[in-house]
């Protein structure tokens, strides 16, 4: 079936500078996508989503970017802090679909160096 | 801290037993889902209930699986016979509908099981 993937398993980035993840989907019908981050022993926690009907997004520190045209998510941490340390997973969905079957990535881990 | 609670944390086991989890999502949450994930892996949907009733169970959940929410609070995951490849995190996640198209799941922190 169609599914959510990611090009990068990990990326190193020094304390400090800006962090790029990259993630490519390739279920047309998905409207909805969120970026998860996960800590060793934790749960995926929510860090910002986007509809399909919009193209950015800005939380505190991180921006997502939509590019329907490729199918194509990034999740940008401004300033990364070694508490970025993680791996971080995007997820979509079709928010019509009535449940939130969330589809998940791989998943890239992100280590930052002090 | 999200508000959702697994228990156990880690469970370990012999192939052929029975084991079961527990999950107390955050207590307004009518929406509790449950996925699994493996090693180096993106979680995976098992199944969801809305309040009390289970309305939707993914390929993934064979005969052997079964989840109940009994009364739309906590739920728990039950499965039987187990096998080396259910070992796994088991994660389970809440959520409030309310008539938003988008809900934000909520997950715990899940429960390693390793089947020896």
């Known amino acids: 079936g169609e599914s959510v993937g990611l090009h990068l398993p990990t990326l190193s980035v020094q304390e400090g500078d800006n962090s790029i993840i990259n993630c490519a989907y390739s279920n047309s019908a998905s409207d909805y996508f969120i970026w998860y981050k996960q800590e060793s022993g934790k749960g995926p926690q929510f860090i910002i989503d986007i509809r399909s009907n919009m193209d950015k997004r800005q939380g505190q520190r991180v921006t997502v970017l939509l590019n329907k045209t490729v199918k194509h998510l990034s999740l940008q941490i401004a300033a990364t802090q070694p508490g970025d340390s993680a791996v971080y997973f995007c997820a979509e969905t079709e928010s019509g679909a009535g449940s939130y079957q969330l589809t998940f990535g791989k998943g890239t881990k992100l280590s930052v160096i002090p | 801290d999200t508000g959702v609670s697994q228990n156990p944390r880690h469970k370990i086991t012999k192939r052929g037993q029975n084991v079961t989890f527990r999950c107390d999502p955050i207590?307004?949450?009518?929406?509790l889902y449950w996925y699994r994930q493996t090693l180096g892996q993106g979680p995976e949907f098992l199944t969801y209930?809305?309040?009390?009733?289970?309305?939707?169970k993914s390929r993934l959940l064979s005969d052997r699986f079964s989840a109940e929410r009994p009364k739309g609070s906590f739920s728990t995951l039950e499965i039987q016979r187990t096998e080396q490849g259910d070992s796994a995190m088991y994660l389970c996640?809440?959520?409030?509908?309310?008539?938003?198209?988008?809900?934000?799941?909520?997950f715990g922190s899940g429960t390693q099981l390793s089947v020896l």
């Open positions: 209930f809305q309040n009390e009733a289970q309305l939707e």
């Open positions: 207590s307004e949450h009518n929406r």
């Open positions: 996640a809440s959520s409030l509908v309310s008539g938003a198209t988008n809900e934000k799941l909520f």
